[in-house]
């Protein structure tokens, strides 16, 4: 037989309202990500695709595009493509391999990392500025990042 009490009232309560505030900040975080690839991408050219920046998961073709190498729209998109086919086939062994999986999620984060420093980078110009805020994203848990999205999100890039 199982006893409630005060203690597991409590804690289920609390385990509750972490899960609901979780839940918040991720719908707050992917639409606010998603405001400023969408117009991220309308400033610098991406017009036709910037409506790709609404569609869940995908819309990392959106970070990916605004963050490639190239000398023309052709090659910019060719390189935004594989990025996201390397990704996904990362996303795709982190749930399929089991130990490999768990190796393949930090290869995410490191690569997710990797291209918000070039999107830094194309915003100030400055590798070592994109360095700090790569920093100063990680130590707020990505309210940096927001910010200083929002404030650059109309803005042409300088890089």
């Not at 695709?49 to 990392?60: E, K, S």
């Not at 390189?79 to 795709?92: C, F, Q």
């Not at 930090?106 to 997710?112: D, E, H, S, T, W």
């Not at 070039?118 to 915003?123: P, S, T, V």
């Amino acid at each position: 037989m199982y006893n409630s009490n005060d203690f597991d009232a409590f804690f289920s309560s609390l385990l509750l309202i972490i899960i609901l505030f979780c839940l918040v900040m991720g719908i707050a975080g992917y639409i606010i990500s998603s405001l400023i690839y969408y117009q991220a991408s309308k400033t610098n050219g991406f017009d036709d695709l910037a409506y790709v920046a609404w569609i869940p998961i995908i819309n990392v073709y959106s970070l990916f595009l605004l963050t490639a190498k190239g000398d023309d729209d052709a090659t910019v998109r060719a390189e935004a493509l594989k990025n996201v086919l390397i990704y996904g086939g990362l996303l795709l062994v982190s749930f399929i391999i089991p130990f490999i999986g768990i190796f393949a999620s930090f290869g995410i984060c490191i690569y997710v990392m990797y291209f918000t420093y070039r999107l830094f980078y194309r915003w100030s110009g400055e590798p070592g500025r994109a360095v700090l805020y790569i920093i100063l994203s990680f130590i707020t848990f990505g309210l940096f990042y927001f910010i200083y999205g929002l404030i650059k999100m109309n803005k042409p890039f300088v890089a």
